[in-house]
């Protein structure tokens, strides 16, 4: 069964198609990315009229680069929830409007269960393991029983992990998207440069969430106290340490939750499981077997839409024609089912 997978929830125009749930025949992702850089940010009105414009061209690459038509897709699928919903919109009406009009049944598709579904394009998992769905928008620890059955185990309290590297990088000028610069610069600098804090929650209700807006205030407002005045307070130097925090916050938590549970399988997914600091620590932990989507599958595509929408599929599910788009996802304390 060959599925066409649209993406377009925030700064990616993608689509893609892929066979049977993995293999991907066609990936095509157009980036935003030279567009926002300017404004150190994702301008929304900006992102939903290339959106518009790149929507069309990017699915004729996506079945051209594959050799096909229409003729040879057997069902269409789009994101339609998270993200900024003039984005979200361009995406779900094109594929609604495109499955309708050939004929094809639709799914739209949880963005979050997307990029938890990455790392399955690439590699045989079982359920049920942990997940780690990092990204610009969320910092989700969960346990993953299915495609479309995701406990959320701890999230952020405040900032997205992905946003908190993008805060950083734009406060110093490093450019746009924070992420891949400040991993790059990090490389070199020291991790030692400067002892940020690590966040403290407390109580039960806590125990795997992670916060943010600190390490992010003390990056860039109270460098000078936690800085090590051994080191020269260089971009490389300021990248690396908080890296290494940012990094450490993450995982504290998430070994937490290894413990706890007993699952020893972690899968992550989301922008920022491309970050080389967080798949170089979680493999020092040799008695957790990780798995990381390719670096390509790590940010938003349409590959991972097509490739999960196979599994609703597969069940005889499909969205119906009402199907509209919302910004959020609710109750994400109680799960993401679905
Ligand atoms: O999954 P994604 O493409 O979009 C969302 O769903 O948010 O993730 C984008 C986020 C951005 O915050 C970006 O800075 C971050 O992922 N990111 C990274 C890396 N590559 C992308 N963060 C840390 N290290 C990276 N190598
Ligand atoms: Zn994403």
Redo the contacts with the bound molecule.
């Keep these: 069964m060959r599925v066409l997978g649209i993406e377009s ?2 700064d ?1 125009t993608a689509a893609a198609i892929v066979e049977d749930g993995h293999k991907i025949i066609s990936n095509v992702i157009a980036t935003q990315i030279p567009f926002h850089q300017i404004y150190n940010g994702v301008v929304p009105e900006i992102a939903s009229r290339k959106h518009a414009e790149w929507i069309l061209p990017v699915v004729q690459q996506a079945l051209a680069e594959a050799n096909m038509t229409m003729d040879d897709i057997d069902a269409v699928a789009a994101t339609n929830r998270p ?1 900024l919903m003039g984005s979200l919109l361009v995406g779900l009406t094109f594929g609604k409007t495109l499955a309708w009009s050939t004929d094809k049944p639709f799914i739209a598709i949880n ?1 979050m269960l997307g ?1 938890m579904y990455a790392a399955h394009l690439a590699n045989e998992i079982e359920y049920p393991y942990l997940g780690l769905l990092v ?4 910092s989700i620890i969960c346990r993953v029983n299915d495609f479309d059955d995701i406990e959320v185990l701890g999230t952020t309290i405040d900032d ?1 992990v ?2 908190a ?2 805060k950083v990088a734009k406060f110093y000028g490093l450019g746009y ?4 610069i ?2 790059k610069l990090a490389q070199n600098g020291s991790p030692l440069a400067a002892k940020f804090p690590m966040p403290q929650l407390k109580g039960d209700n806590h125990r795997y969430d992670v916060s943010y807006s600190g390490l992010k205030t003390a990056v860039i407002n109270q460098l000078d106290q936690f800085w090590n005045p051994e080191y020269e307070k260089t971009n490389e130097n300021i990248a690396a340490a908080f890296q290494e925090t940012a990094v450490k916050i993450l995982l504290s938590r998430l070994f937490k939750a290894v413990d706890d549970t007993g699952l020893k399988t972690v899968v992550a997914g ?3 499981a ?3 600091r ?1 798949r170089s620590m979680l493999a020092e932990r040799s008695d957790i077997k990780c798995v990381f989507p390719p670096l390509k599958l ?3 595509n349409g590959a991972m839409i097509a490739g999960l929408a196979y599994h609703y599929l597969n069940r005889g599910e499909t969205s119906p024609w009402t199907t509209t788009a919302s910004a959020r996802i609710p109750a994400f304390k109680r799960g993401l089912k679905n």
């Design positions: 929830s925030c990616e993200g963005h990029h990204s610009g928008g969320h997205a992905g946003e590297f993008d998207p924070g992420g891949v400040i991993d989301g922008g920022v491309a970050n080389s967080l790590c940010t938003d």
